[in-house]
């Protein structure tokens, strides 16, 4: 049986299976979106799913520029959309 | 002791290789579980199980002399006299382990091509789509568009649809008809034909439809603009369809990572299609005494040639005997690569896909207009003038995703063909990952 997981992003809480990443978490509950970028403001999520491209960085419990499709998410994560 | 980076099917097989002589080795990988971008989680996901993973997999596990280092990024490698230091991360701590003997088996990430709407939400690599359901059982959309070119397509599509997701479009952009000038060499590996049947038989069940030369020209709110394109990939006017989807997985074949190797100086040269590429022997030394190199770093060819060319640089590395029927092996493997090669090539014709607004640069967010700027109006007659006046290839991702694109427009825009001297410079950087200055200064001695 697989464990369920807790966690949020930008304050709002998400569930998800142990051992799913992030953005596959966020993705499966039909949020794409996972931060805006710095100069033009515009709306971006996963694009390589594999660690090379970091479109899909966000802040983990303080700790800036994660990349969401590597990070698999953990009971109480903070995750917060990169700025 | 040798180390080996990279547990895909070119690294385990190395460590496979050269532990039947009791060799000690590290196995290092990024990853949690073994198996690499091919071999990600395998048997868990429908229609991607794989026997010889199964093998593989139990004779590293089996073997006492085989140390696996999961979840380590490796940042970079120092000489030290006669040993190799590799230094990684690991949880967020940094440590490092020296070695006589380095086998580098890096891999490879999908190409990508910028066009109108390339960096919205939903727009992604076919290897993101897949990575996402294999590795945490997710599809990344009810409706997808694949695209792009090369065999890589059909496992995705097939894949996406065994799990539930509905493909409402498989466009390749070459013509299969350029594989009749390689026609030896799926005589000479014939378990092609096998496999063509496969994904035959699973495009037929899922009633998906693969169409030839067509290409996503632009996708935006949930709509993806399929063109008709000729050989050269220029767009064909009034030739195009609308397709509603929430997603569209495009990949232009792969690009090797070489920076590991580029960082402990061995020779590189640029590949027959232009991607930068490992020079190795016949026993895949490449060119610094010590380093063997196997799989998509030493050119592009999936996951056969990785297998044959791993087991040979982990022989060599531990001073077994290599066969001449293995050698015969990589040689056919070899031919069926570079028939890959010539049967799904990329036209320069890409180039006019981008709209003067489109991000070329996605970290930096450097447009189209931007580049061509740098060229016609600052002067930039290389991709190295024109990065350092618009940041393109600056950000997070050191260019691996654009820089290639960016020496192609700036030779489009000047009239220049790339020198392979260019094309060996942009694909290497002096760290692999980005690492804090904090842990830098910790880390160090």
Not at chain 2, 380 to 398: N, V
Request: charged content about 20%; overall charge neutral; some cysteine.
């Amino acid at each position: 049986m697989t464990e369920r997981i807790t966690f949020t992003f930008n304050d709002k809480e998400f569930t998800c299976e142990s051992g799913q990443s992030i953005a596959a978490a966020l993705i499966a509950a039909d949020n794409r979106e996972l931060r805006k970028t710095r100069f033009g403001n515009e709306p971006r999520s996963i694009f390589c799913g594999i660690g090379i491209c970091f479109d899909c960085v966000v802040e983990i419990d303080g700790v800036a520029n994660q990349r969401s499709c590597l990070v698999e998410a953990k009971q109480g994560m903070k995750v917060v959309s990169a700025t | 002791m040798i180390i080996v980076i990279g547990a895909g099917p070119a690294g385990l097989a190395a460590a496979e290789a050269a532990s039947r002589n009791g060799s000690d080795i590290a196995l290092i990988d990024s990853s949690p579980r073994v198996g690499g971008q091919y071999w990600r989680n395998r048997g868990t996901v429908k229609g991607y199980r794989s026997g010889r993973a199964d093998q593989l997999f139990s004779k590293i596990s089996s073997a006492k002399s085989i140390t696996h280092i999961s979840e380590a990024t490796v940042w970079s490698i120092e000489k030290e006299g006669d040993l190799f230091r590799v230094n990684y991360l690991q949880g967020g701590e940094e440590s490092s382990l020296t070695a006589e003997k380095l086998i580098l088996a890096t891999g490879a990430y999908d190409r990508s091509l910028p066009f109108p709407g390339w960096d919205k939400p939903g727009s992604m690599t076919p290897g993101a789509a897949q990575a996402m359901l294999k590795g945490s059982g997710v599809l990344v959309g009810k409706r997808v568009v694949v695209a792009g070119t090369g065999p890589f397509l059909l496992p995705v599509a097939t894949g996406l649809a065994e799990s539930g997701a509905e493909i409402v479009g498989l466009y390749e952009a070459n013509s299969p008809i350029r594989w009749l000038l390689s026609l030896h060499a799926l005589l000479l590996n014939p378990g092609k034909f096998a496999e063509l049947f496969y994904y035959g038989n699973l495009l037929k069940r899922f009633k998906i439809s693969l169409k030839f030369n067509r290409a996503v020209s632009s996708f935006a709110d949930g709509s993806a603009t399929v063109s008709h394109i000729n050989s050269h990939f220029m767009v064909k006017s009034q030739r195009e369809k609308i397709v509603h989807t929430d997603v569209v997985a495009v990949g232009w074949g792969f690009l090797p990572d070489l920076t590991l190797g580029g960082i402990v100086g061995c020779a590189q040269r640029v590949d027959s299609d232009g991607t930068t590429i490992f020079a190795v022997d016949g026993e895949q030394r490449s060119s610094v005494e010590n380093v063997w190199i196997a799989g998509e770093a030493t050119g592009i060819g999936g996951a056969d040639l990785s297998l044959i060319e791993g087991e040979i640089a982990g022989l060599s590395a531990s001073s077994q005997s290599i066969s001449p029927s293995k050698r015969f092996t990589r040689i056919r493997k070899e031919i069926f690569a570079n028939a890959l090669k010539r049967s799904y090539p990329i036209g320069d014709g890409w180039q006019s896909w981008p709209q003067e607004s489109t991000t070329i640069c996605r970290c930096e967010e450097v447009t189209m207009h931007e580049i061509r700027e740098s060229v016609t109006e600052l002067g930039a007659e290389d991709s190295r003038t024109a990065k350092l006046f618009t940041r393109a290839g600056m950000g997070l991702c050191q260019g691996r995703v654009c820089s290639r694109n960016v020496s192609e427009i700036v030779g489009g825009l000047t009239h220049c063909s790339v020198t392979d001297g260019e094309r060996i410079a942009s694909s290497n950087r002096p760290i692999a990952s980005p690492i804090s200055l904090g842990l830098l200064g910790d880390g160090k001695k």
